[in-house]
Antibody
Framework: QVRLVQSGAEVKKPGASVTVSCKASGYNFGSYYMHWVRQAPGQGLEWMAM????????DNAQKFQGRVTVTRDASKNTVNLQLSSLRSEDTAVYYC??????????WGQGTLVIVSS | QSVLTQPPSVSAAPGQKVTISCSGT????????VSWYQQLPGAAPKLLIY???KRPSGIPDRFSGSKSGTSATLGITGLQTGDEANYYCGTWDSSLTAGRVFGGGTKLTVL
């Protein structure tokens, strides 16, 4: 079955870092770019970052510059998002998604990250 | 504020047709393909349309997409109560390195 399964919910304090993982199965993981998109409570989708198929190139939205790191492990079919210096505005559901056919065709179930003191 | 502009809400009766607009600029919609996503309550987004007007396998032909200039439109015919969801348009923005952008989303209510 082709799917993306993400790690569980996290509760973090302001200033901390969080790592969200996403495990792919059912397809050739190494052939696709992977992206992270987040959704704050009651809000729309916001693109955060991407990593290319080989893992050698990443890019991110300007607003996350210096705070976001995306990595992938081909041996584990896993892509990770690390977000540092967390603040309350980072409270959101974080989705990993696969880019194919010029769009995001496969999505993880989402991981809720709550930032609260 | 989202890069792409969508109406916050639309509504129609079951069996009717509805369209959702997505407005951008020459650096995003005007020069790149548009995709559309459906997000049912409490669920992850799902791809409905890619490359402006193509449907992935399994998406019924009640859903259609089009693009003209710097605007795109999602059409849904034969509305069903199960179509109640938030709909998002998305594309690249050529002014941003690898930047993908979304619309703010449109809540569809099937009355």
């Amino acid at each position: 079955q082709v799917r993306l399964v993400q790690s569980g919910a996290e509760v973090k304090k302001p200033g901390a870092s969080v790592t969200v993982s996403c495990k792919a199965s059912g397809y050739n993981f190494g052939s696709y770019y992977m992206h992270w998109v987040r959704q704050a409570p009651g809000q729309g989708l916001e693109w955060m970052a991407m990593i290319n198929s080989g893992g050698g190139s990443t890019d991110n939205a300007q607003k996350f510059q210096g705070r976001v790191t995306v990595t992938r492990d081909a041996s584990k079919n896993t892509v990770n998002l690390q977000l540092s210096s967390l603040r309350s505005e980072d409270t959101a559901v974080y989705y990993c998604t696969r880019e194919a056919i010029g769009a995001f065709d496969l999505w993880g179930q989402g991981t809720l990250v709550i930032v609260s003191s | 504020q989202s890069v792409l502009t969508q109406p916050p809400s639309v509504s129609a009766a079951p069996g009717q047709k509805v369209t959702i607009s997505c407005s951008g600029t020459s650096s995003n919609i005007g020069s790149n393909y548009v995709s559309w996503y459906q997000q049912l309550p409490g669920a992850a987004p799902k791809l409905l349309i890619y490359d402006n007007n193509k449907r992935p396998s399994g998406i019924p032909d009640r859903f259609s997409g089009s693009k003209s200039g710097t605007s795109a439109t999602l059409g849904i015919t034969g509305l069903q109560t199960g179509d109640e969801a938030n709909y998002y348009c998305g594309t690249w923005d050529s002014s941003l390195t690898a930047g993908r952008v979304f619309g703010g989303g449109t809540k569809l209510t099937v009355l």
